[in-house]
Structure formats: C-alpha cells, structure tokens
C-alpha cells in the first residue's frame, strides 16, 4: 500500500473509530452519596486512581477567596495517624494557635480602621504597619510553628505511597473542581482506598497558617513576579462582571491572609462531604474487589447533613465593548475576549471546531496574521474555555516590531468576522474534525489521562461526555459555525486586552535576537523555567540538554544556547536560596 494510500484510509476510518469509541465505564454510588466510576484494563499491574470534590473557587464567597486552593495544600498534611509523631500534642498546639490568631485578627480589626481612615499606607499586613500588640502575637505564634514542626512527620502520606511503589501523587485547583490522583501497582489498591478515605474521614489541617505563606509565594511567583500574571488577573475580573469566576483561582491575598481554620473545617464539612466527590479508578483490578473496598473504607463516612448549595448567579448580558489597556515588561500583546457558553451546551462543540479553525500553524491566524499581513510573531492563538456555569472564547497575539496593536486587533476580528460571514468549506472542516477525533481518541490510551477525564467530566456534571463527544463533534455543520460565531463575535459582547512595553523597558537583547519564527516557542520554555522550583530535577534537564547540544541543528542553536543560559541561571538562583534558608 502506498505512503498516499495508507493516510487516505487513515482519515476514512478515522471518523469511524472515534464514532465506535466507546468506554465501559462502571458507575455505582455508595450509600453515602460518593460516586465510583471503574474502567477495568489489563494491560499493565498499576492502577490510575483519583478522586475529584465537586468545589472550585466558583464556590467560594467574598472574605475566602482561595479556600478551596488553600485546601488542596491542606488535604497532603495528614491525618490523626499519618502526619504526626503525637495527634493529642497536635490538637494541643493547634488549639493555642488558633487561640493567637484570634488575638490577632482584633488587632487587624483595628488596622483595616486606620487604613480607611487614611491613618496608615499599603496594606495591614505589612510589617512597619504592625502594632507593638501585633509583633507580640505573631513571635508567640513563631514559637507555636517551631512547635508543631517538631511534633510533624513532614510529607509523611508521600513516604508511604512511594515506600510501597506509587507514584505521581499530586492534586489540583481550578474554578470548578478540586482533583487528587496517584498511580499504585496493582497489588496496593487496599492501600489507595485506606488512605484516602482516611484523608477524607480525619483530616487534620496542619501548618495551617503557615501553609498561608507558601500560598502567598505561590501568589508571587505565578501572578506577581510574570510581567502579566497582575493585569491577566484584572482582566479576569473585568470579563466576568456577575458570576463568582471574576475572583482568582489562589484567591485574592487579603482574603488568604485572613481565612481561619474554623472557616476552612466549616467549609470542609460541605464540600468535602462524600456526597460531593467522585472517585475513579482505571487500570488492573477486579471491580467487585474495588467495590467491596470502597463500601468498606468509603462507605464510613457519613453523608454531608446537607447538600452544597447550587450556584445561582449568572453572568448578565454584557452591553458595551470593554477595553483593558496596561503598559508591561513585555512585547506588545492583544487579546479578545468574548463570553460564551458553558461545558455541556449543545453549541459547545461548534465553539470548539472554530478555535481549531484559527489554531496552529496550519489554521487560520497564523496564516493570516504572521504569513499575509505580517502583522504578528510568534504563533496566535484561539481558545475555547467552557467551565461549569460559563465560558468564554479568546484570540490572542504578539505585536511585530514596528507595527500598531490596533493592526493586530483589526486583522483578529476580520478572522473572527470571516466565520460569521462565511460558511467553512468542507474539507477544511472535516480536517479540523478529524484532529478533534484523533485528539480525543489518544487521550484514552493511557490509564492516567482517562482517569483524570473522567473525573474532570463528572465534575462538570456528565462523564458520559466521553462516549457521546465524538459523534457530536462529528455532526457539527458549517451553518453550525457559522451560526454560533456571528451570535458571539460581537462588539457588544467584546472584551479587549491590549499590552504595551512600559516605557524604559526593552525585550532582553538576546531573545531580540532571535528569530521571529522561535521567540514564541522560546517564550513558552522561558515562562516554564520561571516556574521550576526543583533544583534537582532543573540540574537533570540542564544535563540532558547538554549531552543535546551537538546534535542541534544551526538554525535552531541560538533558541538553544538562549534557553539553556536561562536554566543555568534559574538553578542557581535556587540553589542561592536553598542555601539562604
């Protein structure tokens, strides 16, 4: 068969294996009201196991922001077993401590009056703004952290699993949904079920106020320390004017600063409630057996005394075009943003066909923008975003040298305006379908990934969107498109984001240098490098890239040679502060 033929009988048969695709999922619900969903595999001796609370900061309201993410650092520091050299020493310290922050909380009080009358600057937690009374408190309960850190196992639930041939614990926080996941051999699924019931049934939230200042770290160096974390996070609370997704994910630093334990146990009792949480299971077990351990590990725990409450606000009609200007440490950007509809509405997957319309080198920005009008560098892109109660759809793209941002913004709405204007051809749709398939059809070749999609889809309110998402992607038409861009793509709906060089600041020279072609990707790996924290594994990836160096090619050495400068220097500044604490 020839190299032309084999693809044409790919992309036939193509369609037809993403329409067959088909999970066999198994859903039972213990009488709690916890969910399991179990795909049974064979093909390796591990098991993909997570399980995902139905809470985001969508849930949250004002005063404590950034909970649910807070809760995602809570839920890895033990329980009255795991975590700790003596639990009844444990309560102890952490009752003293809530005791001081209480004290302090007063004192706070009385700076956020001083503050509104002007008496002092900056914020109530800044250091010179503290009270005399203040610093006592806060050296008392220094004394207390000191404490608590000797009677602690530290990463204790870590240690187990890995001891016992598990690995990738992890978790994550988005607007909707909490979600914890690791991979045990199959031989210690028992294991899975005993400790993370045990999570869930005696928590013991640790180094709680401590943990706030990773938090705030974690703040600075995703949001504050990015030449455009702090505006991105204005233009998130510009687009939604409504809804509670106008508040970022790690909340707002006032709100962390002051959310007491009390509130996060309250908190914890309504949304972590088994009722509200859905655990799945892929890979090499018998699900009679898993069954039977989770009626025995899962099932004692008691079902919430009430059900979450829903949430009820919706994101009014927008009226007028917004517009975000903001001068940064970067090169210019535009992005357009529009609201859109949410995960499980029947035009969501038209929404998502047109993003692929626009995406990539082969879609229609790049074309457009970088190759005709050479307005733009790098690569542009489209995204659609669709969370649990909204969603949005956004263009975006990197200013050439020289040109005005409102060419770039007039060359994005024409691409946006073409799909509402006119119907896309055939072959181009069925291409972009195709890739949707395909895409979707990879995602369940690994246990990990189709845990984790199911958990995510379930969250959202329907895992069987994983079954039914290829024939619906499949049906969409070009009148379909069409319909739905020219309804969405309008200047009353349109939300703008322009990003200027602040004056006295320049591109770095050597990033200047290089090809346009490469500064997105360079970027990308730049913005990557910003975010290690692990100096060990950064040391083993400068190695790798080291023993690479010979067998780059030409054009691509400078893009090379740049990122790996910048990974030498980012080791070593950790290594600086290793050495600093």
Avoid at 237 to 252: D, L, N
Avoid at 258 to 279: D, H, L
Avoid at 312 to 337: G, W, Y
Avoid at 412 to 441: M, T
Wanted: net charge negative.
């Amino acid at each position: 068969m020839s190299k032309r033929a084999g693809l044409l009988l790919v992309l036939i048969l193509l369609p037809l294996l993403a329409w067959a695709q088909k999970v066999e999922v198994r859903e039972e619900v213990l009488p709690n009201g916890m969910k399991l969903l179990m795909v049974e595999r064979h093909d390796s001796p591990t098991v993909a196991c997570g399980w995902v609370a139905k809470v985001g900061s969508v849930n949250e309201s004002p005063g404590i922001t950034g909970i649910s993410h807070l809760f995602e650092h809570m839920m890895f520091k033990g329980t009255k077993t795991i975590g700790t050299k003596d639990y009844e020493k444990d309560r102890e310290i952490l009752a003293r401590q809530d005791a001081v922050r209480a004290e302090m909380e007063k004192e706070y009080s009385l700076l956020r009056e001083k503050l509104r009358k002007g008496e002092i600057s900056g914020s109530i937690y800044d250091p010179e703004n503290a009270t005399p009374r203040l610093k006592e408190l806060k050296a008392e309960l220094e004394k207390l952290y000191a404490q608590e850190k000797e009677n602690i196992v530290k990463d204790e639930l870590d240690q187990v699993y890995t001891r016992e041939g598990a690995s990738g614990l992890n978790a994550f926080t988005t607007e909707d949904q909490t979600v914890y996941f690791v991979t045990v051999p199959a031989n210690k699924l028992e294991l899975w079920f005993w400790l993370e019931s045990d999570r869930l049934a005696n928590p013991v939230f640790r180094e709680f106020y401590s943990e706030r200042d990773v938090v705030r770290e974690e703040r600075r160096l995703r949001v504050e320390s990015t030449p455009l974390g702090k505006f991105e996070e204005q233009f998130d609370a510009m687009f939604w004017q409504s809804t509670p997704y106008h508040h970022p994910v790690i909340g707002w630093p006032a709100d962390v600063e002051s959310i007491s334990r009390k509130q996060a146990e309250a908190y914890f009792g309504t949304y972590y409630a088994p009722n509200n949480i859905t655990a799945v299971l892929v890979g090499d077990f018998d699900p009679e057996k898993a069954l039977a351990l989770a009626r025995t590990y899962f099932g004692r725990i008691p079902r919430g005394p009430q059900e979450p409450p829903e949430v009820i606000s919706e994101e009014i009609p927008q009226l007028a075009e917004k517009r975000f200007l903001a001068e940064a440490d970067t090169n210019p950007e535009v992005q357009i943003r529009f609201h859109a509809v949410p995960f499980g509405h029947k035009d969501m997957y038209a929404l998502q066909l047109a993003a692929d319309l626009l995406n990539r080198r082969t879609g229609r920005l790049y074309k457009s923008l970088v190759e005709d009008r050479k307005v733009a560098v790098g690569e542009p892109y489209a995204q659609f975003r669709p969370m649990k109660y909204a969603g949005f759809f956004e263009v975006g793209a990197e200013v050439k040298e020289g040109v005005e941002p409102a060419a770039v913004e007039a060359a994005l709405l024409a691409e946006l305006d073409r799909l509402a204007k006119e119907p896309v051809g055939e072959s181009e749709l069925q291409k972009v379908k195709n890739q949707q398939l395909a895409n979707s059809f990879r995602r369940l070749q690994t246990n990990f990934f189709l845990m984790l999609q199911l958990a995510l889809y379930d969250s959202f309110g329907n895992w069987r969107f994983i079954n039914e998402a290829p024939a619906k992607v499949q049906a969409v038409t070009a009148q379909d498109i069409q319909t739905v861009a020219a309804r969405i793509f309008t200047k009353e709906n349109r939300n703008v984001a322009i990003y200027t060089r602040k004056a006295g600041t320049a591109e770095d020279p050597e990033l200047a240098a290089l090809p346009s072609e490469l500064k997105g990707m360079v970027k990308q790996q730049l913005a990557q490098i910003e975010k290690m924290k692990d100096a060990e594994k950064l040391g083993m990836a400068i190695a790798q890239m080291q023993q690479m160096a010979a067998k780059v090619p030409p054009q691509m050495k400078p893009a090379f040679d740049f990122l790996l400068k910048k990974m030498e220097q980012r080791l070593a500044q950790l290594q600086g502060e290793g050495k600093e604490e």
